[in-house]
């Protein structure tokens, strides 16, 4: 069974760049796309990106020019950067996988989410 | 960008009642649609996909269905369990959008 785990700080200071990686046991992350989310306190779910292990990527065009996914499949995990935040990125960040060799999917299974605070 | 509205907002049944939540489409998704089950402090969970197939697991009085532009999320017979909020997700055009989800309550 494919689990997914989020991790990295849990506080980031204004302007900086949020850095976070999502690990996949259970599985490989080959052949799969797979997705960020984020959820900020009390607020609905919105997309930020997803990327195919060989590196096809998209990302939504209101966080396009301050996010980077990548994927490491040596170490079976997912990568989100995203740079200059704000207050306003204070969230829950989630990871998920998406579908076979489409990104045009579903999302199971998500991962646990990590709380990321922006603040200084 | 598609834009997914739900309906209600929040929704007040009594346990062992059917409840109905909506999503609309602004354009046709087709029946790429899923909807997801979140309860406070955990992740999404998905309940349906392709606009009325349940995920592995999920009981069968969750039900799904629409096409197109207008999709329904039906509970049969509500436990305590199935109060939570609802997403409805449309994965058919790039980016990818979320509803603002139905908080489903007890009455």
């Known amino acids: 069974q494919v689990q997914l785990q989020e991790s990295g700080p849990g506080l980031v200071k204004p302007s900086e760049t949020l850095s976070l990686t999502c690990t996949v046991s259970?599985?490989?992350?080959?052949?799969?796309?797979w997705s960020w989310i984020r959820q900020p306190p009390g607020k609905g779910l919105e997309w930020i990106g997803y990327?195919?292990?060989?590196?096809?990527?998209n990302s939504n065009p209101s966080l396009r020019s301050r996010v980077t996914i990548s994927v490491d499949t040596s170490k079976n995990q997912i990568s989100l950067k995203l740079s200059s935040v704000t207050a306003a990125d204070t969230a829950v960040y989630y990871c998920?996988?998406?579908?076979?060799?489409?990104?045009?999917?579903?999302?199971?299974?998500w991962g646990q989410g990590t709380l990321v605070t922006v603040s200084s | 960008e598609i834009v997914m509205t739900q309906s209600p907002a929040t929704l007040s049944v009594s346990p062992g009642e059917r409840a109905a939540l909506s999503c609309r489409a602004s354009q046709s998704v087709s029946t790429n649609l899923a909807w997801y089950q979140q309860k406070p402090g955990q992740a999404p969970r998905l309940l349906i996909y392709?606009?009325?197939t349940r995920a592995t697991g999920i009981p069968a009085r969750f039900s799904g269905s629409g096409s197109g532009t207008e999709f329904t999320l039906t509970i049969s017979s509500l436990q305590s369990e199935d109060f939570a909020v609802y997403y409805c997700?449309?994965?058919?055009?790039?980016?990818?959008?979320f509803g603002q989800g139905t908080k489903l309550e007890i009455k």
């Open positions: 998920a996988r998406a579908g076979l060799f489409t990104p045009d999917n579903w999302l199971d299974p």
């Open positions: 990327m195919f292990h060989s590196g096809g990527t």
């Open positions: 997700h449309q994965y058919n055009n790039w980016p990818y959008s």
């Open positions: 259970g599985g490989s992350i080959s052949d799969y796309y």
């Open positions: 392709g606009a009325s």
